[in-house]
């Protein structure tokens, strides 16, 4: 059935586009049919305490009330435009492209699809994480996460429809049709077929890998293609709530964990996380988020950086922006040893976006650090292993390291595996902790309470209301 044009809120004028218009119309009842299957299980009908963005405008894009969260109102929305030129790379200083260059279409796409291609496939992941939330607070933050990746799809699929005429539909429908963790469709990233079967990785995922999507969204932000630019500067507005989420879910777990060791308690008897396991989860999601980046030295990524797609984090906040003549030096691999490689820059760029994320990673470390620190527990830090640990793309794909990074032989790494990465019985364990907690106010024995409810309400308010309410 078609909707009205009121049905996809946007600020691009779409009712003066009607072919546009239309095709977007006959993917809606698409999207909804894919949320329904596999969206957030068991909670379709609940009223949901939501922010929507109804405008880019400060006072706009934050707006609160309870939502069914297929009525939410996912909308089309671009930054406004303003006089810019392309800011980096060969074209730097033209003016940007409003439309998609012949010579950069198939490049453009390319980075689109495998953008838009994570949204949906977080939402799958996370799918019924509902069901054993550590309280009504946390499961509203993971709805609120999954409407606006139901957002970011929109606002890739509308880029796609515009922008790349029949081909572009046609990838807008590949993205409804793969699946996370699919043996016969699956999702284009490795990380994103990982199943998210319990909080603790939920929040884990929404700390280290929506955090790879800030900065994959911030290097897209400074893109020659002007409207690529603009939709991904409003989704990194709604992007921060998600690493928020993470930062301070992650937080909430290691301040539990170290209240029960500073009173002298095991965690794990009183059904909280040990320390040992926090650490490992964070070995775990951490290095998964770093092969998102792609390899350490890309013709991919020095293509898009040449021809003005794909920037540096705060590209325009840099001096230089040809990154011509200048070599990145790093430490790759070869024959069984670590050798240093002066590489082109611009071959390096996956890795430059790559230390920016490492930095902000280290940051987020700390400050749990911290909280080990402020309930008591000295002695004890935790640590994020270094880059070339339990790699899957790049140079150190297919050989092994211990979390120090030290190059180390297969049967080393075997014989501590279980010491440095969750085993199937820490697994279990942390699944044995889930259990829903629901009742206002109530958090689940795993997790310490965060220190302000959501938009100015009490930590008890209830944010999630039955379908009857
Ligand atoms: N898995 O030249 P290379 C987010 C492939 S998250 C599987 O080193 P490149 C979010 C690669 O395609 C942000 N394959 O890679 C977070 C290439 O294949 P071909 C998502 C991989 O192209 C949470 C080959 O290996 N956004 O928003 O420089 C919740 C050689 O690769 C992987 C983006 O990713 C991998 N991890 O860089 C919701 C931005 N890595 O050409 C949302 C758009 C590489 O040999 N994407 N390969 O067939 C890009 O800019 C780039 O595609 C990548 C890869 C940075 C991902």
């Known amino acids: 059935m078609a909707q009205s044009l009121e049905s996809i809120p946007n600020n691009v004028d779409l009712g003066s586009d009607r072919r546009l218009q239309r095709a977007l119309e006959q993917w809606q009842p698409n999207f909804l049919s894919w949320w329904k299957e596999v969206g957030p299980e068991g909670f379709q009908a609940h009223q949901v305490y939501l922010r929507t963005a109804i405008s880019v405008e400060p006072n706009g894009w934050a707006h609160f009330d309870f939502v069914r969260m297929p009525e939410y109102r996912w909308g089309i929305?671009?930054?406004?435009?303003?006089?810019?030129?392309i800011g980096f790379g060969d074209n730097e200083g033209q003016?940007?492209?409003?439309?998609?260059?012949?010579?950069?279409?198939?490049?453009?796409?390319?980075?689109?699809?495998?953008?838009?291609?994570?949204?949906?496939?977080?939402?799958?992941q996370q799918r019924l994480l509902g069901k054993t939330c550590p309280s009504m607070y946390d499961l509203r933050n993971i709805f609120q996460v999954n409407v606006e990746e139901g957002r970011h799809l929109w606002a890739m699929v509308y880029l796609l429809h515009r922008y790349f005429g029949r081909d572009g539909r046609e990838e807008a429908d590949e993205l409804l049709a793969r699946r996370s963790g699919s043996g016969?469709?699956?999702?284009?990233?490795?990380?994103?077929?990982?199943?998210?079967?319990?909080?603790?990785?939920?929040?884990?995922?929404?700390?280290?890998?929506?955090?790879?999507?800030?900065?994959q969204l911030?290097?897209?932000?400074?893109?020659?293609?002007?409207?690529?630019?603009?939709?991904?500067?409003?989704?990194?507005?709604?992007?921060?709530?998600?690493?928020?989420?993470?930062?301070?879910?992650?937080?909430?777990?290691?301040?539990?964990?170290?209240?029960?060791?500073?009173?002298?308690?095991?965690?794990?008897?009183e059904h909280a996380v040990p320390f040992d396991l926090i650490q490992k989860y964070i070995n775990f999601w951490f290095s998964l988020s770093l092969d998102l980046f792609g390899g350490e030295v890309s013709s991919n990524a020095a293509d898009f950086f040449a021809a003005g797609l794909k920037g540096r984090f705060r590209e325009d906040t840099l001096e230089e922006h040809k990154a011509v003549g200048q070599t990145y030096r790093m430490e790759v691999p070869e024959t069984g040893r670590l050798v240093e490689q002066e590489v082109p820059l611009r071959n390096a760029m996956n890795e430059v976006l790559r230390d920016e994320y490492v930095k902000d990673c280290q940051r987020g470390v700390d400050r749990w650090n911290k909280t080990l620190?402020?309930?008591?527990?000295?002695?004890?830090?935790?640590?994020?292993?270094?880059?070339?640990?339990?790699?899957?793309?790049?140079?150190?794909?297919?050989?092994?390291?211990?979390?120090?990074?030290?190059?180390?032989?297969e049967a080393e790494f075997k014989a501590h595996e279980g010491e440095?990465?969750?085993?199937?019985?820490?697994?279990?364990?942390?699944?044995?902790?889930?259990?829903?907690?629901?009742?206002?106010?109530?958090m689940a024995s795993w997790v310490a309470a965060p220190a302000k409810g959501i938009?100015?309400?009490?930590?008890?308010?209830?944010?999630v209301r039955p379908p009857d309410a």
């Open 77 to 85: 929305f671009l930054d406004p435009k303003q006089e810019r030129k």
């Open 95 to 124: 003016p940007v492209w409003e439309e998609v260059p012949g010579e950069h279409r198939n490049a453009l796409r390319r980075i689109i699809v495998t953008q838009a291609d994570t949204e949906p496939a977080s939402v799958e």
């Open 218 to 269: 911030s290097a897209l932000a400074q893109s020659g293609f002007d409207p690529l630019a603009r939709t991904t500067r409003f989704m990194l507005t709604e992007e921060a709530h998600h690493m928020f989420v993470g930062e301070t879910g992650v937080d909430r777990v290691v301040q539990r964990c170290a209240e029960l060791m500073a009173a002298g308690k095991d965690p794990r008897k």
């Open 184 to 215: 016969d469709k699956p999702r284009i990233l490795n990380t994103f077929n990982e199943p998210i079967d319990d909080w603790l990785s939920f929040f884990m995922f929404t700390m280290f890998t929506d955090r790879d999507g800030k900065y």
């Open 420 to 442: 440095w990465l969750p085993t199937a019985e820490d697994r279990a364990f942390v699944k044995s902790l889930m259990h829903p907690v629901v009742d206002p106010g109530k």
């Open 373 to 409: 620190q402020k309930a008591g527990v000295s002695g004890m830090a935790l640590r994020l292993p270094h880059r070339r640990f339990h790699r899957i793309v790049g140079p150190c794909a297919g050989l092994f390291f211990d979390p120090g990074g030290k190059l180390i032989s």
């Open 455 to 463: 938009n100015g309400m009490p930590i008890e308010f209830e944010y």
